[in-house]
């Protein structure tokens, strides 16, 4: 027994008298919660946040979505790598023009009350998704559905969505365009099904625990606000999850995370702080895990405000900005340097293009941005000033302060303006003025559209710079409409090296995942997705 389960049963005694019976008597120290249930090790998972909700169609953020990983299976699901694979559905099949999607779904399939899960299900919860009414923040993910964008602005009836269940067990889905991605986007929050009965007797509180059915591997038992909410196996899912009960433990606060992971009270942690990789790695080797990500930090300019229009600027900028030292030494390798706007290893695409400039040394980047620079009229007798914006954390803070010096080295000066994410990106959104400003982006699927489509023409929310380009908007267009995934792939190339000689946004980093697992769990293994459901983990006792 580890000396922190001791002080914790000496310090538990008494709340250990009222634990239910069945669960072992050993407490996890500062967690009050049994370190074994009747069925084998409970696995303390820690998770960014507390969910708002756990109603897959109002959540909208990434703890909710590792917690529906487990409760809620989609027609497709992921595996432990983070490959797409048959999830509700066991077969489906795709017309010749990739616009109808027909899925058969597995006719052992259960909720946790043992009530078959039918097509119905599917129909009634992507209807329920797009209907306004639900008010569902994460809609639009669903639009290349047949109809869906005008269900969702109330144009039309949900009835009228492109998709049916033509006979018991297959739901039909007709898309507006041929995506590649349609089979990810049913593997996301947004395409879960729900329990009609339950919806029905219950309404917005369907999803209390002892009320709330789901599909997936796990169903919920138990939840304390900011303490942990409580899985356990489904009984009636097709298969036995190796792991008996998971405790999804929120850790806002990653240093204190840290600790407790430190303390043996947690088993995983799902991020880290940035700041203290090397000494987590020195500490605790290879429980450090480090993997891609569907990522982007960025500087957005505003190309409507002189002289940030001209692309010399831009470009000079960029030369500048040592991205090695920024991932290696501010970020402390929790990021890559990005010399693509869009990370490598996509679906659907090919390697990304490259920034110019990045083969060249140092010195030889430097000379270029001051060439660039003479030529747009800027130099010892007229330095450039720029106004960078930036959300407030240290790490951000501490970017800021290298771009500057980077830029320093070219005679420009720079002032900052910092404030909290909210209002920064309330700001950008809004249409406020800036000249640069820090912009980042987690896609939702792994597809070079889910970051280039920042950047066209109207997406004001996003595009905050309000650069256009007709041509990238074209490629965008027809890479929408391109049924053939070569010939696709290579239309949103084209798309990035347009951006890339432009630079509206100017791309600095991608993200990694960064995670501490436990010796005693297995199967974690990073992805680009970031996803690890539980039921492909084991824990040792």
Not at 194 to 213: M, N, Q, Y
Not at 287 to 300: K, S, Y
């Amino acid at each position: 027994m580890r000396p922190d389960r001791r002080r914790g049963l000496r310090a538990g005694a008494a709340l250990a008298a009222g634990l239910a019976a069945g669960l072992a008597a050993g407490l996890a120290a500062g967690l009050g919660v049994p370190a074994r249930a009747a069925g084998g090790p409970v696995y303390r998972r820690g998770n960014d946040a507390d969910p708002e909700t756990l109603d897959p169609h109002k959540t909208s953020t990434v703890a909710e979505a590792h917690l529906l990983r487990d409760l809620y299976e989609g027609l497709l699901t992921y595996d432990g790598r983070g490959a797409i694979v048959p999830g509700a559905a066991e077969r489906w099949t795709i017309s010749d023009d990739r616009l109808t999607y027909r899925f058969t779904l597995r006719p052992d399939g259960r909720w946790s009350n043992g009530d078959p899960v039918t097509a119905e299900d599917f129909l009634f919860g992507l209807r329920r998704i797009l209907d306004p009414k639900t008010a569902a923040k994460y809609a639009e993910v669903l639009f290349p559905i047949r109809g869906a964008a005008a269900v969702n602005a109330g144009e039309a009836p949900p009835e009228t969505l492109g998709v049916s269940v033509p006979e018991a067990g297959i739901v039909e889905i007709a898309l507006a365009e041929p995506i590649p991605y349609l089979l990810e986007l049913l593997t996301h929050q947004t395409a879960l099904p729900v329990h009609r009965p339950s919806l029905a007797r219950w309404g917005d509180a369907f999803t209390r625990p002892g009320r709330h059915i789901t599909n997936g591997a796990y169903a919920l038992v138990d939840w304390v606000p900011n303490d942990r909410i409580t899985l356990t196996r489904n009984p009636h899912f097709r298969e036995r999850a190796p792991i008996a009960r998971v405790d999804f433990v929120p850790t806002p606060d990653l240093a204190a995370a840290v600790r407790r992971y430190a303390a043996g009270e947690i088993d995983s942690l799902s991020d880290l702080p940035a700041d203290q990789i090397a000494s987590l790695r020195r500490r605790f080797g290879a429980q450090v895990q480090l993997g891609p990500a569907l990522g982007l930090q960025a500087i957005g300019i505003n190309t409507r405000k002189a002289p940030f229009g001209d692309p010399r600027v831009r470009r000079a900028l960029s030369l500048a900005i040592d991205r090695e030292f920024l991932a290696q030494v501010v970020w402390g390798e929790t990021m890559t340097p990005a010399y693509s706007f869009c990370p490598p290893g996509l679906d659907n695409a090919r390697d990304p293009p490259i920034l110019a400039g990045r083969e060249a040394g140092p010195i030889d980047r430097e000379d270029e941005a001051r060439r660039l620079l003479a030529e747009a009229g800027f130099g010892p007798g007229n330095p450039l000033r720029v106004e960078y914006r930036f959300n407030v954390t240290d790490n951000n803070r501490n970017t800021a302060v290298a771009l500057a010096d980077f830029w320093r080295g070219l005679g420009v000066i720079t002032r900052f303006v910092a404030t909290d994410a909210k209002t920064h990106f309330a700001y950008l959104r809004d249409g406020g003025d800036f000249d640069l400003a820090r912009m980042s982006w987690v896609a939702d699927y792994s597809d070079p559209q889910n970051f280039l489509f920042l950047l066209r023409t109207g997406n004001d929310g996003f595009n905050a710079g309000r650069w256009s380009n007709s041509r990238f908007d074209g490629l965008l267009a027809q890479a929408a409409q391109e049924r053939d995934v070569g010939r696709r792939a290579q239309g949103l190339f084209d798309a990035e090296t347009i951006v890339l000689d432009e630079l509206p946004w100017i791309p600095v980093l991608h993200l990694r995942s960064k995670a501490l697992v436990s010796p005693r769990l297995h199967g974690m293994q990073p992805n680009i997705r970031n996803v690890a459901p539980t039921r492909t983990l084991r824990l040792d006792p």
